[in-house]
C-alpha cells in the first residue's frame, strides 16, 4: 500500500462486510466515531491492548483481501482512464455527443 493512512478507509469501504460483526464494531467506533482505544476497551470491558490488536487484525485482513482480490486497485485504475477520457473530450468540439459521452463519464466517477 503507498500512502496506508488514505489505503484504510477504502479497503474498509471495499471488504468491511468480511470482516466479523466485532471487528466493524470496533472499526465504526475508532474510525468512524472517532473513540479512542481506551474509550473502547471501557465501553467493553477489555484493555485498550486488545481493542489495537482487534484492529490491527481487521487491517491486516483487509489488506490481504484486497492482495488477492484487487478490488481497489482496479478501481483506482478505472478512475484514473476516466480522469483521462475526460481530459480528451474536453479537448473536443462541443457536441450533442460529446455531452452524452461527458455525463456518462461523470455519472461513471461517482
Not at 466493524?24 to 468512524?32: A, K, P, Q, S, T
Amino acid at each position: 500500500m503507498k500512502n496506508k493512512l488514505s489505503e484504510i478507509p477504502l479497503l474498509y469501504d471495499f471488504y468491511g462486510q468480511l470482516l466479523t460483526p466485532k471487528q466493524r464494531e470496533y472499526w465504526e467506533l475508532y474510525y468512524h466515531h472517532d473513540l479512542s482505544l481506551g474509550e473502547i476497551g471501557e465501553e467493553f470491558g477489555i484493555s485498550r491492548q486488545a481493542v489495537y490488536d482487534i484492529l490491527k487484525r481487521g487491517e491486516k485482513l483487509l489488506e490481504e483481501y484486497e492482495t488477492k482480490l484487487g478490488l481497489v486497485a482496479r478501481y483506482k485504475k478505472e478512475r484514473e482512464q476516466l480522469v483521462l477520457v475526460l481530459g480528451q473530450l474536453e479537448k473536443m468540439p462541443t457536441t450533442k455527443e460529446k455531452e452524452i459521452i461527458t455525463k456518462i463519464v461523470q455519472d461513471l466517477m461517482i
